[in-house]
């Protein structure tokens, strides 16, 4: 699941974003609201964080931007504005939750599931494509009947390609979804092909019937064979 943190004190932003990569999650941050605008336009995420008071901008007017875009994103608001003509604002605007500084991590580490989880309900828990079943909550990854071992970023290529079975993925695309800010930039996509070959090898040791195929020049996508 991928995260969106738009707040402008930078220690407090680090803080979040330590936590929420240890929760398993692909963060990227922004600093101000012309970031945050063009990370919003260009980028698609889960979930985003978003502070209110903001050096260049009122976080409630990139809200009201983003709503425009009509993307399918839950948004909590962090803030320290704690005025209940703020969150009534914020909430009606389309914020998913309000949550006001300071609060503890493990509360809103709990708010993101439960806006997930609304967000989520009614979608089966489960994607299967193929003989491989992939549970993303539970991240968990079952080959017919037995379970088996992914590593963390093994596990988050899949559940990429088995949303988007047979479409072709750029290197890029992937680098962007999977590692988010950290791909910036680097020279060349390396780091991709060393996931890519492990996570192949593993699909084909398992008897997977699905397969992850280079297309030259181009990319990937998965089949299933």
């Known amino acids: 699941m991928k995260i969106l943190i738009i707040e402008d004190d930078l220690s407090f932003q680090e803080i979040l974003r330590r936590s929420l990569e240890q929760e398993r999650y692909v963060v990227e941050?922004?600093?101000?609201?012309?970031?945050?605008?063009?990370?919003?336009?260009?980028?698609?995420?889960?979930?985003?964080?978003?502070?209110?008071?903001?050096?260049?901008g009122n976080g409630l007017e990139l809200l009201r931007e983003f709503k425009e875009m009509k993307k399918e994103s839950s948004l909590i608001i962090i803030s320290a504005r704690d005025s209940i003509e703020d969150k009534v604002e914020g909430l009606d605007?389309?914020?998913?939750?309000?949550?006001?500084?300071?609060?503890?991590?493990?509360?809103?580490?709990?708010?993101?599931?439960?806006?997930?989880?609304?967000?989520?309900?009614?979608?089966?828990?489960h994607i299967t494509y193929g003989n491989v079943k992939l549970h993303p909550q539970r991240t968990e990854v079952w080959v017919d009947d037995t379970k088996v071992e992914l590593s963390r970023k093994e596990f988050d290529i899949?559940?990429?390609?088995?949303?988007?079975?047979?479409?072709?993925?750029?290197k890029s695309m992937l680098a962007e979804s999977i590692w988010g800010d950290h791909f910036d930039g680097v020279d060349n996509y390396d780091f991709i092909y060393a996931q890519i070959k492990n996570l192949r090898k593993r699909l084909t040791s398992w008897g997977a019937s699905i397969e992850i195929t280079g297309v030259y020049g181009m990319g990937y996508k998965l089949i299933d064979k």
């Open 29 to 56: 941050v922004a600093p101000n609201y012309r970031t945050g605008l063009i990370k919003l336009s260009d980028y698609t995420y889960d979930c985003i964080l978003l502070d209110i008071n903001l050096p260049d």
């Open 93 to 125: 605007l389309g914020a998913d939750d309000y949550l006001a500084k300071p609060f503890h991590l493990a509360e809103l580490l709990s708010r993101i599931k439960s806006v997930m989880r609304r967000r989520q309900s009614g979608i089966d828990e």
């Open 158 to 170: 899949l559940l990429y390609f088995m949303q988007r079975p047979t479409r072709l993925v750029s």
